[in-house]
């Protein structure tokens, strides 16, 4: 069945570091791949999106893009600040099916 | 807009109880979707509701059930609650058209079970 896979955390970086969370997929067909962010106690926010290959989603920052070839949907961001600890999740959708698939969640904290 | 709302925040319940828990979808969305996260399984769909029709189940016991309002509003609800089905229980909702729409998400329900 389709499932997601992302890097295993907690990842740790200092403020202004290169963030890159790894995400790889197994789908049939062709999934839109999203990526959510969730904070303490929140729920679930969407940071970015991509709906077909090599689409390049992109928001505060955050970039990622689809790739077809590797399965893959790796998210980085050049700087990152003390505000954008959090959990991040990868997920999948599948055209016409909406049980969307999702990765463990990888839990940044950065430090000042 | 507002978002999507859930209510109640927070319960806590012993087990053999059941519960209803509600979310109240972005306006104009037709689409509900519930999903359970606990900390050993990750965020696991549990059911999706379209137009007041269940359109899509995932893998849970009968004891968790849902439906869907004509005001779209849903609810879900557990029965003879078990210790395992202490969770946060997310709601999203999206228009209802292909399925490459965003899903916005609601804050979610913590749920305790003793």
């Known amino acids: 069945g389709d499932s997601v896979t992302q890097m295993e955390g907690p990842v740790t970086l200092s403020e202004e570091a290169f963030l890159t969370i790894n995400c790889t997929y197994t789908a049939t067909g062709y999934p839109s791949l999203f990526w959510y962010v969730q904070y303490p106690g929140e729920g679930l926010q969407l940071l970015l999106k991509?709906?077909?290959?090599?689409d390049k989603g992109s928001n505060k920052g955050f970039e990622a893009t689809y790739r077809k070839e590797t399965t893959s949907f790796h998210l980085e961001k050049g700087s990152v600040q003390v505000s954008d600890s959090a959990v991040y999740f990868c997920?999948?959708?599948?055209?016409?099916?909406?049980?969307?698939?999702f990765g463990a969640g990888t839990r940044l904290t950065v430090k000042p | 807009k507002a978002g999507v709302t859930q209510t109640p925040r927070y319960l806590i319940k012993t087990r053999g109880q059941q519960v209803t828990l509600s979310c109240s979808p972005i306006s104009g969305h037709r689409s509900v979707s519930w999903y359970q996260q606990t900390p050993g399984q990750g965020l696991q769909f549990l059911f999706e509701?379209?137009?007041?029709?269940?359109?899509n189940k995932g893998n849970f016991p009968g004891r968790f059930s849902g439906r869907q309002f004509s005001n779209s509003r849903s609810e879900m609800n557990v029965s003879t609650l078990e210790l395992g089905d202490s969770a946060l229980y997310l709601c999203a909702s999206y228009g209802g058209g292909p399925s490459t729409d965003t899903q916005y998400f609601g804050p979610g329900t913590r749920l305790t079970v003793l």
């Open positions: 991509a709906t077909k290959a090599d």
């Open positions: 509701y379209f137009s007041e029709t269940q359109r």
């Open positions: 997920a999948l959708i599948r055209h016409n099916n909406n049980d969307m698939r």
